[in-house]
């Protein structure tokens, strides 16, 4: 497990082609969340990718969006540090948590509002589903995750 300079590790949320940790920035004890490209020194196409993820985070309003704080390269690895609300993806709970329909409904309106928003900047995200909306049930924030693979329409289309 890669050990940040600036960060400590609390938790792994997540791993495939990144790995996901919960953490507390040293500085000042923020919590923050890391996502960690899994290659020490990434391809350019993967570098790519990973900042512009970053940058569609960073264009978009936090409301309803997870924010992104920082890009960073620590150790030779790239890490993009984003918002720690408190929250868990809606897989973690869908097998121990009965949702009642007032509850179910609030999120729904909320990720759709959400979807809205982003589909009005020009973005799609192409892979909504429950490991990519985070839920704080304590707060009742909701959060969409994961732009990895978005895509950001040109400002005009033009006619066939």
């Known amino acids: 497990m890669l050990q940040p300079v600036n960060y400590r590790i609390i938790e792994q949320l997540h791993k495939k082609n990144s790995v996901v940790y919960r953490a507390r920035r040293k ?10 490209l899994n290659r020490r020194y990434p391809a350019l196409e993967e570098t790519a990718g990973f900042k512009r993820e970053y940058e569609i985070i960073r264009g978009l309003p936090a409301e309803g969006v997870v924010e ?10 790239l ?9 868990a993806s809606l897989d973690r709970f869908r097998p121990f948590v009965k949702m009642d329909l007032h509850t179910f ?9 959400t979807l809205d928003m ?22 009742g924030r909701v959060k969409i995750i994961d732009f990895g693979i978005a895509t950001v329409l040109p400002g005009e289309n033009p006619a066939v």
């Not at 500085?27 to 960690?36: F, G, M």
């Not at 920082?70 to 030779?76: C, I, L, T, V």
């Not at 409904?105 to 509002?113: E, I, N």
């Not at 909504?128 to 707060?139: C, L």
Request: charged content about 25%.
């Open 105 to 113: 409904l609030s999120l729904a309106v909320k990720v759709a509002g």
């Open 68 to 77: 992104a704080y920082a890009f960073e390269r620590d150790q030779g690895y």
């Open 118 to 139: 982003i589909h009005r900047r020009g973005i799609i995200h192409k892979d909504i589903n429950p490991s990519h909306i985070v839920w704080n049930p304590e707060t």
């Open 79 to 87: 890490v993009m540090v984003l918002e720690d609300f408190g929250g």
């Open 27 to 36: 500085a000042d004890d923020r919590p923050v969340v890391l996502k960690i």
